[in-house]
């Protein structure tokens, strides 16, 4: 093999994954926390934001609790809990929810709207009171695109323009998308796990700097091996990776409840 | 840990074994802004993770123009000589022009080695007798033909036609194409159990966690092969997958390059 020269390690700091068991898995059942730690270490990433599948797939409350017992005392995993308005009851109020997240050091929420999960709007009427709190409190609000739409990533970014907003899942194909929501907000983060189109990591550093991109692999249902090296054999500069790879998150970490 | 984790790490390109992408493309697609969709894009990002060679088709060939993508394709391969070879594309719903073509491509271009085939994209089944002349054509030359699958909602190519037509045809290496995707892997290895001329392509976005260890557990690491879909998907997304995969450093070298090097003579 050629010798190279070794450069130091980037710090991994993956922004989506989860634990629990689902009914559909991709496929093999990969759903403690041991399994996860095992797909991070083989990757080379050293922490990760967590939530409990039963959160999105069964119910969020049970979810969130079931998370911060099995996550306990691990500090290389931090908690991330899945949200739904307080109009039901099933949760808090936004005022008593943010403070018993604050006490228990979450570190973001995701939210699942639409029919095929939570059944409710992200809409003001339904959501507004909720994401005024998040985005109050810079609660950084992590959106899958393959449940929301564009449309609702621009009207949140719009009525919400302090909440950091990271939206998951974004594929090679959804650049006509992000391009023009980039251009006009500065609160709209991107998740690489399957941002993977051909040079797409290098054109959009080019044009509006790193600091809109956040390493994220969706472990333990992906591996976590294909987005490390696409951030690892990019071409970009160091300091950039860095701030992909670790530095972005921990930014917008150190920013919450000012 | 993978014998090339500080390697892969470190952002350092494999370079102590051959890597041969078998699932590659060229230039624009309608429906998404790829930036480093032409040939020289695509090298580049090749040299920086130590991607060899790769066998191209062209994006625009299967839903728009068959014999304006293998034009791009003969040119991409011409200008790239030893790292670009050619897969020629063809379309079911052109049943004369296909064959053309592909007498066409192989007899001008040496470089031309493989065919690629889109049922959905060509909304042409695969067993389609209008496909025969083209099956009949691989098997007469002995080809790898490379087919997209998909396990879901592929009427036209969904895993279990893609086998129908492998025992039809069993001269002929028949390449799945993203192994029917994310969750196609146990159907996958199931049907290429059955059916000894199928080989499983890696290539895909929504990347399974230890799909790489299941292949190779279950079926040998004999009948993987590495694809990337550059510049669909960046290709050097697969290269860590392979890389970083827990499995024999044999197994990586007959996925990243000795099972295609079986089949196709380069010189």
Redesign the interface.
Known sequence: ??E????E??HFFDCNCSIGRTG?P???D?SDVQGLKR?M????IEEALVYHSISRDAHPPLGNSLLLEKIKDMKELHPVWVVIPHHTKEMDRPEKLLKEMKKKGIKAVRMYPTRNYHSFSLSEWSSGELLSSLEGSRVPLILDIEIVSWEDVQAILKSHPKLPLVVSNC??????FI?PLLEKNNNLYIEIS?F????????LVRRFGAHSLLFGTN????????????L????IEDRE?EAIASGNLRNIIEEMWP | ??EY?????????I??VEIIDIHAHLGPYF???????DAR??V??MD??GIDKAFISANLSWNSDLVLGNKMMLEAIRSHRGRLYGACSVNGNYPDLSVSELERCFSEEKDVKMIKIHPFLTRCKLSDSRMEGIYEFASRKKLLVLVHTWLDNCPYGNMDLFTEVAKAYPKVKWIMGHSGG??G??HAVELAKQTKNIFLDIAL???????IE?FVKELGSERVLFGTD????????????V????ITHKDKVNIFSANVRRFIDFR
């Open positions: 093999m050629r190279a020269t070794m450069k390690k980037l559909y991709h496929l093999l990969i797909e270490e083989i990757a080379g594929s090679y194909r959804h650049n006509r391009y399957r993977m189109g051909g040079g797409a990591i290098e054109d472990m333990p249902h992906y591996t976590g091996t294909a987005a490390v090296a696409l690892t054999y990019a071409d990776k | 840990m993978s984790f500080d390697r892969i790490q470190s952002g350092i390109a370079d102590d429906n998404m802004h790829i930036p480093a969709c894009s695509m580049r990002n920086i993770c994310p969750f892997s146990y976005s929504m990347c399974p966690a230890q799909q299941f550059n510049p669909f998907i960046d290709p050097r997304a697969q290269v860590g997958r890389g970083l995969a827990q």
